[in-house]
């Protein structure tokens, strides 16, 4: 039930991105491009893990289809697919300065419903954008192999993570975001901030797994450039 409500929610949010196309002031806007930016991330471990947030750069490609304006809202979706190295970093309470980080690497697909208000063609406008997000998990990397500290430093006792590679593959979840947009005659400059909230476990869940939740944490800051291929005349 915990899993069939969530995917109920996505569905809700796709349907209402779809909902926008058919009233209001028609635009058929069709734009590509590039997005770069930095991502902060943890893991929701359930037993806990006392962690600090592990930074990395992201990049890919965007789309966007603006389909559009709502009285003052002009109305869209964009698609990223981008790849990101999340994971975690965590303390070793041992009286050193020593860390684990685990990285792991994902191809993301955020599919975002993005409301704008402000200039349309030339200046700004505020954006904001909520939607589901797809990940497939590509492979990992430590800084240990193994367990290389003694269980009587670890919060809760948890070593289980050190050793065992991630069960599921297919990660999915939430994002939520707000930023600016600058539009002029050779394209839009997006600056926005996207935060993740992790549904699906990349470890196993059930009675024989190990953590009740493992699921990605991640806020993430973005660049996009946008060219159009398409617009309303």
């Not at 196309?21 to 930016?37: I, K, M, P």
């Not at 009285?71 to 965590?90: H, R, S």
């Amino acid at each position: 039930m915990y899993l069939l409500r969530h995917i109920f929610l996505i569905l809700v949010l796709l349907f209402a991105s779809k909902s926008f196309s058919q009233v209001g002031e028609y635009r058929n806007d069709f734009s590509v491009g590039l997005t770069a930016g930095y991502t902060l991330n943890k893991m929701d471990f359930q037993p806990a893990i006392k962690q600090s947030l592990k930074a990395s750069p992201m990049f890919g490609f965007s789309m966007r289809y603006i389909c559009e304006k709502y009285f003052t809202a002009i109305c869209g979706i964009e698609m990223d697919v981008q790849y990101n190295n999340l994971g975690w970093k965590e303390f070793i309470e041992d009286g050193t300065d020593n860390q684990f980080t685990k990285d792991l690497h994902f191809i993301q697909v955020p599919i975002m419903m993005q409301m704008g208000w402000g200039r349309e063609r030339r200046g700004l406008k505020f954006v904001f954008e909520a939607g589901p997000q797809f990940g497939y998990y590509l492979s990992s990397k430590s800084n240990f192999e193994g367990n290389p500290w003694d269980i009587s430093h670890r919060p809760n006792n948890v070593v289980y993570q050190y050793d065992h590679e991630i069960n599921n593959r297919v990660d999915y979840g939430i994002a939520a975001g707000a930023g600016v947009e600058f539009s002029s005659p050779i394209g839009h400059f997006l600056l926005h901030g996207r935060y993740y909230f992790g549904l699906g476990d990349l470890y196993d869940n059930s009675k024989s797994g190990f953590f009740g939740r493992s699921a990605n944490q991640t806020i993430q800051v973005k660049l996009t450039y946008l060219y159009d291929i398409i617009t309303t005349k």
